[in-house]
């Protein structure tokens, strides 16, 4: 029973001395032993005072022996002047015994005065002491709390902290569904380009459409360019001449038009510019 209940109070003290060092902050620990030194300074200080008041208390008593004194001391010379050697001899008795007491209190006073010396040194040393440790205490806690930043820091980049373990899951989160977007969206336009889907608003275009709309935009180009060659290098007959043979049909000059539309002509790809000094009923388009 005696060995089941130490290995119990063994675990309960390894608990709470790992839940103590969990909980301690240096820093405040730091701060706890400063303020208790300057409590222990304070203290020092107030000994010098008490021992200095005492001191100064003393002084005063030897002040006013010294004062009774010199009093009795007139005091019997005058007696030995009027015959009254018995008052006389009263009053160097009662002297004899003030000179007593003023030299315990010089004795006293002596001691005291050591003392306030010895506590005046400690006083300094001990302000030096407590000026160091909290230039010490400082840059320990600076080093410190730099120290915990940085830490703080590091294991939020790299996810394993306690604080910021959810921030790294939550852009980790963010970047795969990014990914899943950009490749639906890509495989969407892969299915409406070859013609799987059909995009709703008219706006995309199938390869087979666009090749188509391609070959249809050079045809005409071709066209247009032969007819601006012809026109540019042997006028107007010529730019007839070379469209006539580009479209492979004869057009009908523009005073045969009222003709054609009793019978209905075959229907040339372009119409034809009008002749010099005849003006044509259409502009080529």
Do not use: C, W
């Not at 008041?53 to 004194?69: F, G, P, Y």
């Not at 820091?153 to 306690?162: D, K, M, N, Q, Y």
């Not at 963010?174 to 380009?193: N, P």
């Not at 071709?222 to 540019?232: G, P, S």
Request: hydrophobic share 35%.
């Amino acid at each position: 029973m005696s060995g089941f209940l130490n290995r119990l109070s063994t675990v309960f003290r390894a608990k709470a001395d790992k839940a103590l060092d969990k909980m301690e902050d240096p820093r405040e620990t730091l701060e706890y032993s400063y303020k208790r030194q300057l409590e222990l300074l304070q203290k020092v200080r107030r000994g010098v005072a008490d021992v200095a008041t005492s001191r100064k208390k003393v002084e005063l008593q030897a002040t006013q022996l010294n004062t009774q004194i010199d009093k009795l001391n007139g005091q019997a010379q005058k007696a030995l002047e009027v015959g009254r050697e018995d008052l006389a001899r009263e009053a160097l008795t009662r002297k004899s015994g003030l000179q007593q007491q003023l030299g315990d209190l010089q004795t006293q006073h002596a001691q005291l005065q050591a003392e306030e010396e010895k506590l005046v040194n400690a006083s300094r040393s001990l302000q030096a002491k407590v000026d160091a440790f909290r230039t010490r205490k400082d840059t320990l806690k600076a080093t410190y709390t730099a120290a915990q930043a940085q830490a703080q820091v590091t294991e939020a980049f790299t996810g394993i902290g306690e604080e910021m373990g959810d921030v790294g899951l939550a852009i980790q989160r963010a970047e795969d569904k990014t990914a899943e977007m950009q490749a639906r969206a890509g495989a969407v336009d892969e299915l409406i380009a070859s013609g799987a889907l059909d995009d709703i608003t008219g706006s995309t275009k199938d390869d087979i459409t666009r090749e188509l709309e391609a070959l249809s935009s050079g045809s005409q180009v071709d066209d247009e360019l032969a007819r601006m060659k012809a026109q540019l290098g042997s006028g107007p007959a010529a730019a007839q001449q070379a469209i006539e043979g580009g479209s492979g049909q004869q057009a009908q000059p523009p005073h045969q038009q009222g003709s054609a539309q009793q019978a209905p002509p075959q229907q040339a790809p372009f119409q034809a510019y009008p002749t010099q000094g005849q003006p044509g009923q259409d502009d080529l388009r």
